[in-house]
């Protein structure tokens, strides 16, 4: 008697197979996903960081508004959401994925223009959300390089810092910019 099929035994593997891919699967599309919007970041960053300096050209200042923008992102410009950029109160932060709706904020960020105390101007954007992320992208109006300053505490965010700069060790992270060194003066 010649039967064929699968043995129990041969259907377990498989799915345990299956199972520990399918886990590999996931770890990898979240990390994916946050590249993502790490990327979407990038490109609005480098966009306002480009009007804030024809502003700057302008009207010898920078704002912190962002309706002031020549380049401001299509919800500035269409305000929804009870967000009203257009009165110069509610429009100092901007949010990636459509604000804050139930009391806590869309998983994406919250980007400002920030300053130091001093006259040196940064664009912030802070990871907001659900999820395991809490890391901000720094980067200083004078220089072309975004930092990612991670909540050390968190394992991921030191992942996705390290990810981002291009590093392979914690103590070659970059320090925040708006903190000034010690000894240097602001």
């Known amino acids: 008697m010649n039967q064929k099929g699968f043995t129990l035994i041969e259907l377990v593997i498989v799915i345990i197979i299956?199972?520990?891919l399918a886990g590999f699967a996931v770890m990898y599309y979240g990390r994916f996903i946050e590249r993502m919007r790490i990327?979407?970041?990038?490109?609005?960053?480098?966009?306002?960081?480009?009007?804030q300096e024809r502003?700057?050209?302008?009207?010898?200042?920078?704002?912190?508004?962002?309706h002031q923008l020549d380049a401001a992102p299509l919800p500035v410009r269409t305000p929804?959401?009870?967000?009203d950029y257009a009165n110069g109160k509610d429009n100092t932060v901007f949010y990636t994925r459509g604000g804050v709706l139930t009391g806590i904020p869309n998983p994406g960020f919250a980007v400002s223009f920030e300053q130091d105390g001093t006259d040196r101007w940064f664009m912030v954007a802070r990871r907001v959300g659900k999820g395991g992320y809490s890391y901000q992208l720094v980067r200083p109006f004078d220089s072309s390089?975004?930092?990612c300053v991670p909540t050390w505490t968190n394992?991921?965010?030191v992942a996705i810092c390290m990810e981002y700069m291009g590093v392979t060790e914690t103590s070659e992270l970059e320090a925040n910019p708006m903190v000034p060194k010690v000894g240097q003066t602001p």
């Open 18 to 20: 299956v199972a520990i």
């Open 39 to 51: 990327a979407e970041v990038d490109t609005l960053v480098g966009t306002c960081l480009s009007a």
């Open 55 to 66: 502003t700057f050209l302008k009207f010898q200042h920078y704002t912190p508004y962002w």
């Open 80 to 83: 929804k959401d009870g967000n």
């Open 145 to 147: 390089r975004t930092v």
């Open 155 to 157: 394992e991921q965010d």
